[in-house]
């Protein structure tokens, strides 16, 4: 069997929530990366009633960095955490979100991390983020899968840096364009799922979901990746 594992910037909430909430349940994931969640008023009520609305729950705790990992009825959250980053000045503050999940007989460890524009922060937070989910990969007996926002596209340092320690699952089982960004006409891809090597990578690409929800709902387009991990 495998598991889904997904990753999706909301726009803050900014756009049509209902959009939001049938494209995530178009998506199917067992584990779902968010960036950009709810993380000032009522942020912990707005985050469980968008999950809920979407047939997943809130994994992990925290509203630092607007990160959160949501999970599915096939995923028992064994461990949850939120790790700040490294801060820089003037910038926004980072965190990498990260759930310890079993699912179809695999343990994953899979984060949540939405990198920054600006260039040095990105790359930083990318080996920060590696370093921290392989240290809890280790304590855990899981395979480690990092997802996100990586505002960057894949030829440059910070994507490069992550694909070499993990596998691009994009790169590898490709689905579609593969395009992340604008929602509305994507040019980019800017958003992915990057899984330990170790890791049968079946196929990574978007969600099919109606277009004007997928364009009504935020400003990026979700990635799902279906994986196999083990025999």
Same mark, same amino acid.
């Given at each position: 069997?495998?598991?889904?594992?997904?990753?999706?910037?909301?726009?803050?909430?900014?756009?049509?929530?209902? *959009?939001?909430?049938?494209?995530?349940?178009?998506? !199917?994931?067992?584990?779902? @990366?968010?960036? $950009?969640?709810?993380?000032?008023?009522?942020? !912990?009520?707005?985050?469980?009633?968008?999950?809920?609305? #979407?047939?997943?729950? &809130?994994?992990? =705790?925290?509203?630092?960095?607007?990160?959160?990992?949501?999970?599915?009825?096939?995923?028992?959250?064994?461990?949850?955490?939120? !790790?700040?980053?490294?801060?820089?000045?003037?910038?926004?503050?980072?965190?990498?979100?990260?759930?310890?999940?079993?699912? $179809?007989?695999?343990?994953?460890?899979?984060?949540?991390?939405?990198?920054?524009?600006?260039?040095?922060?990105?790359?930083?937070?990318? &080996?920060?983020?590696?370093?921290?989910?392989?240290?809890?990969?280790?304590?855990?007996?899981?395979?480690?899968?990092?997802?996100?926002?990586?505002? $960057?596209?894949?030829?440059?340092?910070?994507?490069?840096?992550?694909?070499?320690?993990?596998?691009? @699952?994009?790169?590898?089982? =490709? $689905?579609?364009? +593969?395009?992340?960004?604008?929602?509305?006409? =994507? #040019?980019?891809?800017?958003?992915? &799922?990057?899984? *330990?090597?170790?890791?049968? &990578?079946?196929? @990574? +690409? +978007?969600?099919?979901?109606?277009?004007?929800?997928?364009?009504?709902?935020?400003?990026?387009? =979700?990635?799902?990746?279906?994986?196999?991990?083990?025999?």
């Amino acid at each position: 069997m495998t598991v889904r594992v997904g990753t999706y910037n909301l726009h803050g909430l900014r756009d049509s929530v209902p *959009a939001l909430a049938r494209v995530i349940a178009d998506a !199917r994931a067992d584990v779902l @990366c968010v960036q $950009e969640a709810p993380r000032f008023l009522r942020w !912990r009520a707005r985050r469980a009633a968008l999950a809920a609305a #979407s047939g997943l729950s &809130v994994a992990t =705790p925290g509203r630092v960095g607007g990160v959160a990992v949501l999970v599915g009825p096939r995923a028992r959250v064994l461990h949850a955490e939120t !790790r700040r980053l490294r801060a820089f000045l003037g910038l926004e503050r980072r965190a990498l979100a990260v759930a310890v999940v079993q699912a $179809e007989g695999a343990r994953l460890a899979v984060g949540s991390l939405h990198l920054d524009l600006h260039d040095a922060a990105r790359m930083r937070h990318a &080996v920060e983020a590696v370093a921290l989910m392989e240290d809890v990969a280790a304590r855990h007996g899981a395979a480690v899968v990092l997802a996100g926002d990586v505002n $960057e596209h894949p030829h440059r340092p910070a994507w490069r840096y992550l694909a070499g320690r993990l596998a691009d @699952c994009y790169a590898v089982a =490709p $689905e579609g364009d +593969g395009l992340t960004f604008p929602a509305g006409k =994507p #040019s980019a891809r800017i958003d992915g &799922v990057f899984a *330990a090597r170790g890791t049968h &990578v079946v196929s @990574c +690409g +978007g969600v099919r979901a109606a277009s004007a929800d997928l364009t009504g709902a935020s400003d990026h387009l =979700p990635v799902v990746a279906e994986l196999r991990v083990g025999h």
